[in-house]
């Protein structure tokens, strides 16, 4: 008798806990939401999020407020995501640096544990990367630049957050390509962009959404692009394969993350506001005109499943490459 009491306790228990966490989906959010941007302004994090934060907070009826918190290879936002209550109000706009390379690229100093302390949402867009230079720098082919830095070995850099996708990027490309040019560390695209623009840097991988209208405004120039086809912006700019390297260069995924024990109503919740939203023309205007591509997951699960691929994928790239971070 005191086992089937015992018994019928614990599925009580657990219908008060599934009708709290509904109701929590329910009333959520009460209050405004904070969107962290582990980088600096001008990357493609934070455009992601600047478009997005308005629909949603006309979605939601509270304010998406982006917070930027750049630093330690987006490290430093991500851990003030990770270690925040996990009641929905505190997102980290992620993206395949901050949650499939740093796992790996920096598991022996992080404080916490991107695969285990945040949970995926969704995947909102997916940007390709350009190889670039500032408008004053001699290349202005693929060719040109690769015979420029070959006779130069050591005296060319480019620059990327340590660790980031745009950093490995570089170094696969030096690798195939036979160069020695140096890496100088940024905090984010914002910083490296005035770099490159002013011919402190050399060349790097930059995002397509932010390196587009420098290069069209003719305060850069385009070398390649990531992208699987020429883009339309950029018609005559090869593609990687095109230029002599297949394989070679990554593009910019970008999604949201909360922390891990959020109540999973809050977490569908807030993925079907960003299906909703993004379904919106004015707003797929708004990512068009901001040359960032949509790239929304189905469901969470299928987002934290890609996210775990990605994570297995570039742990490969930097042990075959014998990477090391501080």
């Known amino acids: 008798m005191k086992l089937m009491l015992s018994i019928q306790a614990v599925l009580l228990l657990g219908v008060t806990v599934a009708s709290a966490a509904q109701d929590a989906a329910k009333d959520w959010p009460r209050r405004p939401v904070r969107l962290v941007v582990p980088f600096t302004a001008g990357g493609g994090n934070d455009i992601t999020a600047r478009i997005i934060a308005q629909p949603l907070t006309d979605e939601l009826g509270q304010q998406f407020i982006v917070d930027n918190r750049p630093g330690g290879a987006g490290n430093i936002g991500m851990e003030i995501v990770a ?27 992080l404080k916490f544990d991107p695969q285990n302390d945040l949970a995926a949402v969704s995947m909102v867009s997916r940007i390709p990367n350009l190889l ?20 130069r070995p050591g005296q060319l850099n480019y620059s990327s957050p340590l660790g980031g996708y745009s950093h490995l990027d570089m170094l696969d490309f030096n690798a195939k390509a036979g160069l020695q040019m140096v890496n100088v560390p940024s905090k984010g695209a914002g910083a490296s962009f ?17 390196s587009t209208p420098q290069v ?3 305060r850069m120039k385009a070398f390649a692009t990531t992208a699987q086809k020429r883009l339309s912006d950029l018609p005559d700019v090869p593609t990687m ?7 070679t260069g990554s593009e910019l ?22 299906v909703k939203v993004t379904q919106q023309q004015n707003v797929r205007d708004s990512f068009i005109k901001a040359q960032v591509p949509l790239a929304v997951s189905k469901s969470p699960e ?6 775990r ?10 042990r075959d490459n014998k990477v090391t971070f501080q």
Not at 137 to 150: G, H, I, N, Q, S
Not at 302 to 307: C, D, H, N, R
Not at 312 to 318: E, L
């Open 132 to 151: 670039v230079s500032g408008a004053g720098f001699p290349p202005t082919t693929m060719k040109e630049l690769v015979d420029y830095a070959k006779a």
């Open 253 to 274: 995924w970008v999604g949201f993350f909360v922390p891990s024990k959020t109540p999973r109503a809050v977490v569908q919740k807030l993925h079907a506001a960003i």
């Open 194 to 210: 005035a770099a490159i623009i002013g011919g402190e840097i050399h060349a790097s991988f930059m995002n397509a959404a932010t």
């Open 216 to 218: 069209k405004g003719g």
């Open 309 to 318: 691929e990605e994570v297995q994928r570039w742990a490969k790239i930097i």
């Open 241 to 247: 394969s095109e230029a002599g390297f297949p394989n």
């Open 302 to 307: 299928e987002f934290q499943a890609y996210v």
């Open 83 to 109: 270690r925040s209550q996990p009641d929905g109000y505190t997102i980290v706009v992620g993206n395949v640096s901050t949650n499939a390379i740093n796992p790996t690229g920096f598991k022996t100093v």
